[in-house]
């Protein structure tokens, strides 16, 4: 599987797909920062249903990202 982790200041985000028993993919992301036991990992996952699995990790990513510069 290909690495999609992106570093974003002090966040790890790593946009991941799921393929559906309807042939679309659902799409979630892992927002990680810290390290050790003072690490934090947040997960997002999102309610649209995509038709490719390229669509569904342009999603997360973009998401991932607006999180990430946000805060």
Same mark, same amino acid.
């Given at each position: 599987?290909?690495?999609?982790?992106?570093?974003?200041?002090?966040?790890?985000?790593? $946009?991941? %797909?799921? $393929?559906?028993?309807?042939? @679309?993919? @659902?799409?979630? *992301?892992?927002?990680?920062?810290?390290?050790?036991?003072? @690490? *934090?990992?947040?997960?997002?996952?999102?309610? $649209?249903?995509?038709?490719?699995?390229?669509?569904?990790?342009?999603?997360? %990513?973009?998401?991932?990202?607006?999180?990430?510069?946000?805060?």
């Amino acid at each position: 599987m290909k690495n999609n982790n992106i570093e974003v200041g002090r966040y790890l985000v790593s $946009p991941m %797909t799921k $393929p559906q028993d309807d042939g @679309s993919f @659902s799409a979630s *992301v892992s927002i990680r920062s810290g390290r050790g036991m003072a @690490s *934090v990992d947040r997960v997002m996952r999102f309610a $649209p249903q995509f038709a490719s699995r390229r669509a569904a990790l342009r999603y997360a %990513t973009a998401e991932g990202l607006a999180w990430a510069r946000a805060h």
